[in-house]
């Protein structure tokens, strides 16, 4: 068991160390979101040029060279390649269910020529 | 069912299409990684300074305030606030994983003044 501490001077530092490190989390966090926001406008352009062309919501091959990729990218990072691995499936998920609600909506308006609409 | 289609000059335009999406895709991805890389540095310094200070390594109100946060800058990017709340809770998971290490490892090497070790 450590020892209590409890210096008001030590808290005090102490918790303005923290509160300078969680500004820039949430500065970090802020550019992550909007790095998403776009990443997301590009998946679900591929989604809607898969729906519109009958190609498959996934791919494997690509995703398999993604997560190689990133992989590596986290290593350099020093970031954990399998924390970056998880995250990137944990992405790759959520994108799939667009394509798939993008692939039903697009097939539900038979007779819509491709690139005419969106169907969001 | 949709018509097929197979027209090779639409083919090689969607492929040629798909191709520069994917590519903003990677771009997006590397700077993610390299932003979460960043995080983490932080957040394992925050780790290191609550176990230092026997503080707990969930803090429950911090939580609250960056998820509401985030699901406003996600709504105004125009990205699923719901996602960004899920994201958000897997990115928190493994950050109270590893602080959950740091403190298992700062317990276990008592007597060691504290900011005097890197227990990774």
Chains 1, 2 share one sequence.
Do not use: W, Y
Request: with cysteine.
């Amino acid at each position: 068991m450590a020892a209590t501490r409890g210096e008001p001077e030590t808290t005090e530092a102490v918790h303005e160390e923290l509160g300078a490190l969680r500004d820039s989390i949430d500065n970090i966090d802020a550019a992550v979101v909007h790095m998403l926001a776009e990443r997301f406008k590009c998946t679900q352009r591929v989604g809607r040029l898969k729906a519109e062309h009958q190609l498959p919501p996934a791919d494997p091959a690509r995703e398999a060279r993604q997560i190689a990729r990133l992989r590596e990218l986290a290593q350099d990072a020093k970031l954990d390649p399998a924390f970056a691995e998880k995250l990137l499936n944990f992405i790759i998920a959520e994108v799939i269910r667009h394509h798939e609600k993008i692939a039903n909506s697009t097939r539900s308006s038979a007779g819509v020529p491709p690139g005419s609409g969106d169907p969001a």
